[in-house]
């Protein structure tokens, strides 16, 4: 069993920047890719951005390439995600999630073994 918390969540101007946080255990943290999706409403759950077990490889959704950065400490048990010169079309709620052990990083949600309890993020125009 993998629990993981979400934090980091707020409003905030278009623009702005927001560092949201995961903060994982039950499991070697290591030995997991790490991802996170996001869900606006009356819309799918979608892919944001993954970060391999070791954190050598990160992959992006077109939508926050350049904008959003992954990351993650592994003696911290932590994923993060930076968000910068955030949009309106970023408000969601974001979840983390967590593969299986040495599993590679998909954009499909149903892959995913555990999932947080997700935290909002709302962008003022």
């Known amino acids: 069993q993998v629990q993981l918390v979400e934090s980091g969540g707020g409003l905030v101007q278009a623009g702005g920047s927001l560092r949201l946080s995961c903060a994982a255990s039950g499991r070697t943290f290591s030995n997991y890719a790490m991802a996170w999706f996001r869900q606006a409403p009356g819309k799918e759950r979608e892919f944001v951005a993954g970060?391999?077990?070791?954190?050598?490889?990160?992959y992006y959704a077109d939508s926050v390439k350049g904008r959003f950065t992954i990351s993650r400490d592994n003696a911290k048990n932590t994923v993060y995600l930076q968000m910068n010169s955030l949009k309106p079309e970023d408000t969601a709620v974001y979840y983390c999630a967590v593969l299986g052990p040495w599993v590679s990083i998909t954009i499909d949600p149903g892959r995913y073994d555990y999932w947080g309890q997700g935290t909002q993020v709302t962008v003022s125009s």
């Open positions: 970060i391999s077990q070791s954190g050598s490889r990160t």
